[in-house]
């Protein structure tokens, strides 16, 4: 079953602040609802479909009670920092099957302000593998070193290379006046940056911080009645 044309992006939300220690996650996704939702000219009592990742195994059960909501589909599937890209699939999946008409994607993080960061390592080992890598205190971005050495190895990718990554994606952010930080840089400035864990210098790490996003998708035949052209 095919899925063009059913559903459409009716409105979305990026949260303004990078840091907010005074803030929950849940007040994050909840003030990201409104500004989607607002967006969109619809209200909380019209989501029916409620989509979410990162706030633990119950956590978008959870998500729903704090926001009042009983909707008729959820979803919380996770593959990372991409989840909520796939969700927006997902969503549209949902409402071409009738599952639901009006669904809501939300993402809220206090990482950057929270005692202990995202992928600082710490954590218990959930995966059979992980018995042999936790006793040597592996972090996400060593995880991630480990995976550029071996894409070095392989495919003679160079440092300058994984580099322009970083500066390209640094570009796109002073597009973005709610961006983290705007001011270029060159790949000289991110191999002159320290090294965090070889390959990977600071500069080529993805930076954390607070935020958090919606975005609402409607039914093709919903979204055309709205305040917004649809995408």
Same mark, same amino acid.
């Given at each position: 079953m095919s899925i063009?044309?059913?559903?459409?992006?009716?409105?979305?939300?990026? /949260?303004?602040? #990078?840091?907010a220690p005074h803030k929950t996650q849940y007040q994050i996704m909840a003030e990201s609802a409104r500004g989607a939702l607002a967006d969109a000219g619809l209200s909380l009592k019209d989501?029916?479909?409620?989509?979410?990742?990162?706030?633990?195994?119950m956590g978008v059960v959870s998500l729903a009670e704090h926001l009042n909501l009983y909707p008729d589909y959820l !979803?919380?599937?996770s593959i990372g920092g991409s989840s909520f890209v796939s969700h927006t =699939? /997902?969503?549209?999946?949902?409402?071409?099957?009738?599952?639901?008409?009006?669904a809501l994607i939300l993402y809220g993080?206090?990482?950057?302000? !929270?005692?202990?960061?995202?992928?600082?390592?710490g954590g218990g080992s959930f995966d059979p593998p992980e018995q042999f890598e936790s006793c040597y205190g592996p972090?996400?971005?060593?995880?991630?070193?480990?995976?550029?050495? #071996? /894409? @070095?190895?392989?495919? =003679?990718t160079t440092s300058e290379q994984l580099a322009e990554i970083a500066v390209t994606i640094r570009r796109h952010a002073s597009l973005n006046p709610l961006a983290k930080f705007h001011d270029p840089i060159t790949v000289e400035d991110v191999l002159a940056s320290r090294v965090v864990s070889s390959p990977l210098h600071l500069l080529d790490?993805? @930076?954390i911080s607070d935020g958090g996003g919606a975005v609402v998708v409607t039914s093709a035949e919903r979204a055309r009645d709205l305040k917004k052209k649809p995408v």
């Open positions: 063009k044309g059913k559903a459409a992006v009716a409105g979305v939300y990026e /949260h303004p602040l #990078r840091w989501v029916d479909g409620l989509f979410t990742s990162g706030v633990g195994p !979803d919380s599937n =699939g /997902h969503a549209a999946a949902a409402i071409a099957a009738g599952y639901c008409n009006v993080s206090t990482a950057s302000s !929270d005692r202990f960061a995202i992928g600082t390592g972090t996400t971005v060593g995880d991630y070193a480990l995976v550029a050495q #071996r /894409h @070095m190895y392989e495919f =003679g790490c993805c @930076m």
